[in-house]
């Protein structure tokens, strides 16, 4: 609990300050996380992805804009800027218009509870977690939308697959973090993190301190997967199949409005794996003797510093997974749900609250 | 129930030796994989990694004896037109005049030694419908048409696939022809006056019969 007294003083420092009557550190604090998804998104979500899809496959990816392709994504943007807004004749225009707000506010909203640090946090709920799982089901919501007033037999077959997997997934998934839930005794992502660091920096952490934290680890990561429609379990995209699955009739920023719902829904639950079992702002460095490594390495800088490399760490293996595993088969994903991870989840479920009454 | 948990051993075991193949690719992509072709020796030794070649910048070299875009050397051609011909696309565009009997001179000879008798101010390939069957090459007596190892040839613009191979500008092709004119009407005059004075057998018209004909034996004669 060393950093008990520093939470959030970044975030409620900027709460606190009006421009009149004006709110602006509230803004402040709604931006922060919407200007990192985008610079994210930008940067590590799609040129990182290209690059990394290309080296595993022996190729280069996007060379030709700049040097290493590296404004290639501002190049793209800057096409679909220019792209006609199109809403199809037979589309049902309301539908068709708040589905990507709808699923972009979604994924976005569940950053309120995501602590960038121990330095700031949208929001210190004490039901963050449970929170987090909650909101993020308002994404099925605009996937539906969007899908079914395409008007658009792809569209409404993508975002059937979409609803059906994500509703699915999400027993497994919550329950895992249920698990996490009962080491830690809170819901407040802030002292998820607190209760997992320490001076022996990794060796708090629930997956390395707990011997049966694995198990809802792995559920929780594949069940994640589910959830942000990443392969191998992205039958609503399925380009192959579906053209683009729920998104196939959209253009321009719409269309760009939904890859920045998917990134921000892959840091979403890249962040909230880390938090739960992987200590969230806490360093991974042990203090050794009176070399204080991990308490050099933890603040409100480092810890922002932590938390997303631990999340890009796990965003690189979700795109490692995608070039890897072919799509699964729509009763493949219904078994491996229903008949493999909930069962699990389960017996994690009981594991962990044996260890809990027991260690 | 054991079938369960085989599946699920195998699907673990599957995914970890996917993705360890998957990882060793992607750090693998600090090296270039070697240029070796499939009839080197070594191909399988080679190192694995980036395979990509980045096309206009790197280039495989085509093989000394490729046949790719159709190239005339025009001092060779002798406008026999049957390399037109042959052409079952219709790439191939020739305009011949005929050299008059005091230009044959300054027509000059193919590099074998034969007398060239037709000026060649039209001499076309459209690269572009050309599909490099090669008919053409081998149709050609002197062979002055070849299939050269130039691979790449795109062009912005498609009028820029016809090649121009003539050697004569338009002034020069107006001036021939007026010269092959007059030639001509002198020579009938002559051939009148002299179907006038009851001579029929030198006429003009058995002598371009053979002049395409022995040329392609010439030709072969010349090699």
């Known amino acids: 609990m060393s950093h008990a007294p520093s939470l959030n003083t970044w975030s409620d420092a900027l709460a606190g300050f009006n421009l009149g009557w004006f709110p602006l550190g509230l803004v402040i604090v709604a931006a922060i996380p919407l200007v990192f998804i985008a610079l994210y998104a930008l940067t590590y979500g799609v040129y990182g992805e290209r690059k990394i899809s290309a080296f595993m496959q022996d190729r280069l990816g996007p060379m030709e804009v700049g040097p290493w392709g590296l404004l290639q994504t501002l190049a793209d943007i800057l096409k679909l800027l220019q792209k006609e807004d199109i809403v199809p004749t037979a589309a049902d225009k309301f539908l068709f218009v708040i589905g990507p707000l709808v699923m972009f506010v979604g994924s976005f909203l569940a950053f309120v509870v995501l602590p960038f640090g121990p330095a700031f946090i949208g929001a210190d709920l004490n039901v963050g977690l449970f929170y987090a799982i909650g909101i993020v089901a308002l994404e099925v919501v605009g996937i539906l939308a969007s899908g079914w007033g395409s008007n658009n037999k792809w569209a409404l077959y993508g975002a059937v697959r979409s609803v059906a997997q994500i509703v699915s997934y999400e027993i497994p998934a919550s329950i895992a973090l249920l698990c996490g839930a009962m080491m830690a005794g809170t819901l407040s992502m802030q002292q998820f993190c607190v209760a997992q660091s320490g001076p022996f920096g990794l060796l708090h952490w629930y997956l390395f301190s707990n011997p049966v934290a694995w198990l809802p680890f792995l559920i929780y990561f594949i069940s994640s997967l589910a959830e942000t429609n990443r392969a191998p379990f992205d039958i609503p995209e399925a380009e192959s199949e579906l053209v683009a699955g729920f998104f196939t009739e959209y253009t321009g920023m719409k269309f760009a409005m939904f890859f920045l719902a998917e990134y921000g829904s892959m840091f979403m639950v890249s962040g909230i794996i880390s938090i739960v079992f992987l200590g969230g702002w806490a360093s991974p460095l042990p203090n050794i003797g009176s070399f204080a490594l991990n308490t050099m390495t933890s603040g409100p800088v480092w810890g922002t510093f932590w938390i997303i490399m631990k999340s890009f760490f796990f965003i690189f293996v979700q795109m490692w997974l995608r070039w890897t595993l072919p799509r699964l088969r729509v009763d493949q994903l219904m078994y491996l749900c229903w008949k493999v991870l909930t069962p699990f989840a389960f017996v994690a479920f009981v594991l962990t609250a044996v260890w809990e009454i027991y260690k | ?223």
């Open chain 2, 1 to 223: 129930m054991s079938e369960y948990f085989s599946n699920i051993k195998i699907g673990a075991s599957t995914i970890a030796t996917g993705m360890a193949i998957t990882l060793k690719h992607f750090f693998n992509a600090v090296k270039r994989k070697g240029d070796a072709g499939i009839d080197d020796a070594d191909y399988f030794k080679q190192v694995d990694g980036l395979c990509t070649l980045q096309y206009p910048r790197e280039v495989v070299p085509t093989p000394t004896i490729g046949r790719y875009r159709l190239f005339n050397n025009i001092e060779d051609c002798i406008g026999c037109n049957q390399c037109d011909r042959a052409c079952p696309v219709e790439c191939i565009t020739i305009e011949t005049i005929k050299v008059t009997s005091d230009d044959l001179a300054a027509c000059g000879k193919t590099s074998g030694g034969q007398q060239k008798r037709f000026w060649l101010p039209v001499f076309d390939i459209d690269v572009a419908k050309c599909m490099t069957c090669g008919i053409c090459v081998s149709v050609c007596p002197t062979d002055c048409l070849v299939h050269s190892p130039v691979a790449d040839f795109s062009e912005f613009d498609v009028r820029n696939m016809v090649y121009h191979y003539g050697n004569l500008s338009k002034i020069e092709a107006d001036a021939k022809r007026k010269k092959l004119e007059e030639e001509k009407a002198a020579k009938e005059k002559a051939a009148a006056e002299a179907a006038a004075r009851g001579e029929a057998p030198p006429r003009p018209a058995p002598k371009p019969k053979p002049a395409p004909g022995p040329a392609p034996e010439g030709a072969e004669a010349g090699e």
